[in-house]
């Protein structure tokens, strides 16, 4: 099947610093890419839609300031946290689709001190 | 608004036995896909199985197979002689739009599976 990595797999950062996480589909071309958040035990949440060459689509009471999301290339999309704060700690996954099919990169822990 | 509901916030099966987790759903689209994904510990989502709106028969993949009850607008993951392996928690996610691999997938709450020994 197709195959999303995603980069780095875990990062702690600190306070106020801006994190960028790298999702790209491996074998396959993405015109849209999707970014979700996770927190413990709970549901993915969609963020945002990523639409190569063009803006990102938010989900309601997403703050597009706070994520930045860049979709360059037809096999990457990137999400940068900018300043981050504790709270945004959580697992961040995204997802191409090929077909009928989602797949999902193995995401991303974000821990902010 | 599409809307997804899994009711089942944990489920204990034994060993080789088979276990139904619950999914219902709501929209307006008569065109729309149905999702089970499988998030073991480590996070990573796993896809299980796809229905359809227009298929005439429940999907099946192995030990997995999808109750499709349109008229409910349930999609209930049946899971034949569990394994060990099969303790995760098990998402049900819904896409309007049929096929069309561009649109969103809407998750439910999520089913904690255990597999007793």
């Known amino acids: 099947g197709a195959v999303v990595s995603q980069h780095p797999s875990w990062v702690i950062c600190k306070s106020g610093t801006s994190v960028k996480i790298e999702c790209r589909s491996l074998?396959?071309?993405?015109?849209?890419m999707f970014w979700y958040r996770q927190f413990p035990k709970q549901s993915l949440m969609l963020m945002a839609t990523?639409?190569?060459?063009?803006?990102?689509?938010?989900e309601q009471g997403v703050e597009k300031d706070k994520f930045l999301i860049n979709h360059a290339s037809l096999t990457l999309s990137t999400l940068t946290v900018t300043s981050a704060h504790p709270e945004d700690s959580s697992f961040y996954i995204c997802s191409a689709g090929q077909t009928y099919e989602q797949y999902f990169g193995p995401g991303t822990r974000l821990t902010v001190t | 608004a599409q809307k997804i509901t899994q009711t089942q916030p944990g489920m204990f099966v034994q060993e080789k036995e088979a276990v139904t987790l619950d999914c219902t759903y709501d929209?307006?689209?008569?065109?729309?896909?149905l999702f089970w994904y499988k998030q073991p510990s480590s996070g990573e989502m796993i896809f299980l199985i796809y229905?359809?709106?227009?298929?005439?028969q429940n999907a099946t993949e192995g030990r997995y197979s999808l109750n499709f009850q349109k008229a409910r607008k349930s999609a209930n993951l049946v899971i034949s002689a569990s394994q060990l392996g099969d303790s995760a928690m098990y998402f049900c996610?819904?896409?309007?739009?049929?096929?069309?691999?561009?649109?969103?997938?809407?998750f439910g709450q999520g089913t904690t599976l255990q597999v007793k020994p």
């Open positions: 074998d396959f071309q993405a015109t849209t």
């Open positions: 996610a819904m896409r309007e739009g049929g096929s069309s691999n561009t649109g969103k997938l809407i």
């Open positions: 990523s639409n190569e060459g063009s803006k990102a689509t938010y």
């Open positions: 229905q359809g709106s227009y298929d005439q």
């Open positions: 929209t307006s689209d008569p065109s729309y896909g």
